[in-house]
Structure formats: structure tokens, C-alpha cells
T-cell receptor, first 116, second 114 residues
Framework: AQKVTQAQTEISVVEKEDVTLDCVYE???????LFWYKQPPSGELVFLIR??????QNEISGRYSWNFQKSTSSFNFTITASQVVDSAVYFC?????????????FGKGTKLSVKP | EPEVTQTPSHQVTQMGQEVILRCVPI?????FYWYRQILGQKVEFLVS????????KSEIFDDQFSVERPDGSNFTLKIRSTKLEDSAMYFC????????????FGSGTRLTVV
């Protein structure tokens, strides 16, 4: 069965610190997609990144970077030089390409608080 | 950039009343979804809809829930007789293909059942 685990419930850092949010997933499919979403206090879900299971290249987008490791079933998210505006709940999610209509399975989320 | 529109943003209803949550997905998307997030908890899948019928639903999506795409643009979620535990944020999402492409979420409808 598919599952997404975000073991860190809450993280608090001081501005300019780097922070890594962990995500571990379980799936039997060989083809799947991983996502990160940001949920700011206003409540909407903001798409950050999508990764397919065949693309293990790490990605960097500005201060954000993602480390995908199939060997450990992990898709971790690092924010470099964090800012107060990064304060939000971050969700990791999995979508299997086979055996479902592609619905997303979310982790429980990690609440990140960045203090000035 | 195209977006998924949800109305209303906030709805308060009495227990036992019917509510309809509305969504306008992105026009060329083929798959439509409803998700629910109880306050402070994770986002949970309710139902997916493709080719004018439900393609998958979760255990949460019981007989009290129904979905419709009445006119080719709107996508609605109806809760027939609301319960207190239905209070949550409801997100609509659409997608061009089964997980292959990114999901676009609406900004959500906060439903409060009193």
C-alpha cells in the first residue's frame, strides 16, 4: 500500500538558517510521482515541485532544493537561508501511475516556523 | 496562468443541512478531484472523476457525498446531510493526466457545520 511519512511534525528555525524537511514514501509501483506543496497560513495549497520515479536528478530552484533517493525511498526538501515568508506547513505527496486514477496521497505535513 | 476556482470560500451551515461546494477546473483538464483537510490534519483524498463518472473514491466518500459535472465546466461536491465532523477545508483539484502532470488545486472552501 502507498504511504507518505513526514516524521517531523514541527520545525522552528531562525531566519537565514538552512532547514531540511524529510519525506519517506512507500509504494509498490515502479512508476510514481512525488510532490511537495506549501500551505501558508492563508490555507491554499501551493505547488512546489513534481518528480517522477525515473528522474533521480536533484533539483534546485532558488533557495529551494530537493534530494530524491530511490534507494532510501526519500524525497527531502531543503530551504537555504530561510526567511520568515517560508513559514508554512509543507506537505509531501505521492501519486501512483498504476492501479489508481492518480490521486495524491499526502503526508501529515511539517509545520515550519521561521523566526526573525 | 490558468487556475481552479472554488466558491464559496467559506460556508457555515446547520447540522443536517445539504451543502453544495462548487469548483471550476481548468478547462482542458480531464481529471477532477475533491480532497478534504480537517483543521490541523493532513489532506485526504475523497474522490476522483473522469469521463463524467467517479473513477475512484475513498472510504470517507460515503453515501452522504456525491459529485457532479452538470454543465461541462462546473464540478460540484454535495453533502446531503452535514454532520459536525464534516467541518473541514475542501479542496478541488484538476489534472491533465493521471499524476503525470502537476495537480492544480483551488484555494479551498472552508465548511463549518454548527
Amino acid at each position: 500500500a502507498q504511504k507518505v511519512t513526514q516524521a517531523q511534525t514541527e520545525i522552528s528555525v531562525v531566519e537565514k538558517e538552512d532547514v531540511t524537511l524529510d519525506c519517506v514514501y512507500e509504494t509498490r509501483d515502479t512508476t510514481y510521482y512525488l510532490f511537495w506543496y506549501k500551505q501558508p497560513p492563508s490555507g491554499e495549497l501551493v505547488f512546489l515541485i513534481r518528480r517522477n520515479s525515473f528522474d533521480e536528478q536533484n533539483e534546485i530552484s532558488g533557495r529551494y532544493s530537493w534530494n530524491f533517493q530511490k534507494s532510501t525511498s526519500s524525497f527531502n526538501f531543503t530551504i537555504t537561508a530561510s526567511q520568515v515568508v517560508d513559514s508554512a506547513v509543507y506537505f509531501c505527496a505521492l501519486s501512483e501511475a498504476e492501479g489508481s486514477q492518480g490521486n495524491l496521497i499526502f503526508g501529515k505535513g511539517t509545520k515550519l516556523s521561521v523566526k526573525p | 496562468e490558468p487556475e481552479v476556482t472554488q466558491t464559496p470560500s467559506h460556508q457555515v451551515t446547520q447540522m443536517g443541512q445539504e451543502v453544495i461546494l462548487r469548483c471550476v477546473p481548468i478547462s482542458n483538464h480531464l481529471y477532477f478531484y475533491w480532497y478534504r483537510q480537517i483543521l490541523g490534519q493532513k489532506v485526504e483524498f475523497l474522490v476522483s472523476f473522469y469521463n463524467n463518472e467517479i473513477s475512484e473514491k475513498s472510504e470517507i466518500f460515503d453515501d452522504q457525498f456525491s459529485v457532479e459535472r452538470p454543465d461541462g465546466s462546473n464540478f460540484t461536491l454535495k453533502i446531503r446531510s452535514t454532520k459536525l465532523e464534516d467541518s473541514a477545508m475542501y479542496f478541488c483539484a484538476s489534472n491533465l493526466g493521471q499524476g503525470v502532470y502537476g495537480y492544480t488545486f483551488g484555494s479551498g472552501t472552508r465548511l463549518t457545520v454548527v
